[in-house]
């Protein structure tokens, strides 16, 4: 919410944070995105990120910083959508933890002397939700997690789009969906504190959705993901700084207009080859 | 303990919770056999849109979802969306857009207002924050829906059984859907007044589910589900008022926190005796 740094210095001091961290979380959620979508994993996308708010909550009982607490929960909740999708019982049980996630979350915050601020900034995320000390722990999980998703990419396709094939070779899928699941959990860990619990959807779904409508490769859809998110939320943090508005307005009303715009210009691409059906992105490798 | 009854905030609670559980526990029975548990999650987290724009226009956050629940409820009908369940990255996308807008109207709401604590009432809710004013309002929409229900009750349960069966029996299939969504709507408003638009779910779904658990019979699940759900609102409400005295802040600890833990807690003891019991049969 409120800079309060005065209209002269968007790019300097407190700001020049802002815009690194957001460059970061971008980059990585593009990337991350993009398997989201391939793998149809949104029910993750969606749930990750809501149990972390109980660990960011708790972080900020314990005078802890954020991304302490977010590091530890996310990976957790990660493991648990594993099992309880192993379970197939995704329906009832999970929407029911995930509920109580998020109240204990608002038990943690309410302990703490500014319940009503810290749950709003945690929700729909902050400006300045990332200090300068804890920058260097964002770039240490953000040059991990694009490192990881580079080594992974192969197997991570693989089992998203052929799975049977992926087990002739010998290419667990089970284990990649745990490593997914994990990457999940890291783009949460850096992302909540800036754009929110329940925005990271919008931020992490949106941008690959478009990209898939113009990219063919794999690696093109990543690249235009990543490029789609950074405009996301470069312009979501310049609008917040002027506007002075809440960042997570910006990322939720932008990533819902990638998507639109996406599915726009596939429809227009159909429409333009009648009878040709375009391949899904990930099988043009 | 001996304030406990004679608190004015605590009576509204209770009431207002018997309320919410009662009609929660009906119409969540109907919600599950349909499957459309994922339905009733959506209109909750739109609520939040309703909810703020209400406060921001100076109105009870309660007609806010309301309003929104209905309208969004009529238009997911026509737009067929249940039916895409919840694995779905359009509904996601539409969530997301929403929910940002409601960051905006909350923002508004700190900024213009001098009362603190919108984010808190609309999302996390408070039995105790319910002022006694909605309560006829609340009570009026409970006994509405009750009646829908019950003269609805064969052909809601025909249709949400079989569809087929039902249309060559008669039933206006279309129709039948189109109220009950309608009155998901209004049902998951009144659970957002109780525990909070993003918590709603849990009251909508939870004891619902539980009660099936239990037994197959609807008509028997309906009773169970509202006992659980009064088990979970009232146990909340006793809990929250004991815990004044509890560290670390002695203010006492959120009731939603408490009604969505005991929702959770008697829907694994549901799946704990349904187990057994499957056990014991096998």
């Known amino acids: 919410m409120g800079a309060g740094t005065g209209r002269g210095v968007m790019f300097s001091g407190v700001m020049a944070t802002a815009w690194v961290t957001a460059t970061l979380v971008a980059v990585v959620a593009g990337v991350v995105g993009f398997h989201v979508v391939v793998r149809g994993a949104t029910f993750a996308a969606h749930a990750v990120p809501m149990s972390a708010f109980a660990g960011a909550a708790g972080a900020a009982v314990l005078g802890v910083s954020a991304i302490a607490g977010l590091g530890v929960v996310s990976p957790l909740a990660a493991l648990g959508v594993a099992w309880l999708g192993r379970r197939r019982r995704t329906d009832v049980a999970s929407a029911l933890v995930i509920v109580v996630m998020l109240g204990l979350g608002a038990l943690f915050l309410s302990w703490t002397a500014e319940y009503s ?169 | 303990m001996s304030g406990f009854f004679a608190s004015g905030p605590v009576h509204t609670a209770v009431v207002a919770g018997a309320v919410v559980a009662v009609v929660s526990g009906v119409v969540g029975v109907f919600t599950v056999i349909r499957g459309q548990s994922f339905s009733g999650h959506a209109l909750g987290d739109l609520g939040t849109l309703g909810g703020s724009g209400a406060f921001l226009a100076g109105v009870n956050p309660f007609f806010g979802y309301v309003t929104v629940g209905a309208a969004v409820a009529a238009t997911m009908d026509l737009f067929g969306v249940q039916h895409r369940r919840g694995r779905d990255v359009a509904t996601g996308i539409v969530l997301g857009a929403a929910l940002g807008l409601a960051a905006l109207l909350l923002y508004f709401d700190t900024t213009t207002s001098t009362t603190t604590g919108a984010t808190i009432t609309i999302l996390f809710g408070s039995l105790f924050a319910v002022s006694p004013g909605t309560l006829p309002v609340m009570i009026g929409l409970g006994v509405v829906g009750l009646v829908l229900v019950a003269v609805l009750y064969r052909p809601l349960l025909l249709s949400s059984v079989s569809a087929e069966l039902a249309a060559a029996r008669g039933v206006r299939v279309r129709t039948v859907g189109l109220v009950f969504l309608v009155l998901v709507g209004v049902v998951v408003s009144l659970s957002a007044v109780a525990v909070g638009t993003i918590l709603s779910t849990a009251l909508l779904v939870g004891p619902a589910a539980a009660a099936l658990r239990l037994t197959r019979r609807p008509l028997t699940a309906v009773v169970v589900a509202s006992v659980l759900g009064l088990v979970a609102t009232w146990g909340g409400v006793v809990l929250s008022y004991a815990s004044a005295t509890w560290p670390p802040s002695h203010t006492g600890w959120p009731v939603s926190f408490f009604v969505v833990t005991l929702v959770l807690a008697l829907y694994l003891g549901a799946e704990l005796v349904g187990w057994a019991r499957a056990r014991a049969g096998a």
């Open chain 1, 117 to 285: 601020s810290q749950v709003y900034a945690l929700l729909f995320g902050e400006l300045l939700g990332v200090s300068t000390q804890e920058l260097a722990a964002t770039a240490g999980l953000a040059v991990l997690a694009v490192a990881a998703a580079a080594v992974l990419h192969r197997p991570l396709l693989l089992t998203a789009v052929l799975p049977d094939v992926a087990d002739g070779r010998g290419v667990s899928v089970l284990a990649a969906d745990l490593w997914f699941l994990l990457l999940v959990a890291v783009v949460t860990t850096m992302a909540v504190p800036v754009v929110g619990t329940l925005l990271m959807f919008s931020l992490m779904v949106g941008p690959p959705a478009a990209a898939r409508a113009v990219a063919r490769s794999p690696r093109a859809t990543i690249a235009a993901s990543v490029a789609i998110a950074l405009v996301t939320v470069w312009s979501a943090i310049a609008l917040s700084y002027v506007t002075d508005w809440p960042v997570g307005f910006f990322v939720g009303i932008l990533g819902a207009a990638w998507y639109l715009a996406g599915r726009a210009a596939a429809a227009l691409a159909a429409r333009r080859r009648p009878g040709a059906r375009r391949q899904p992105a990930a099988l043009a490798a």
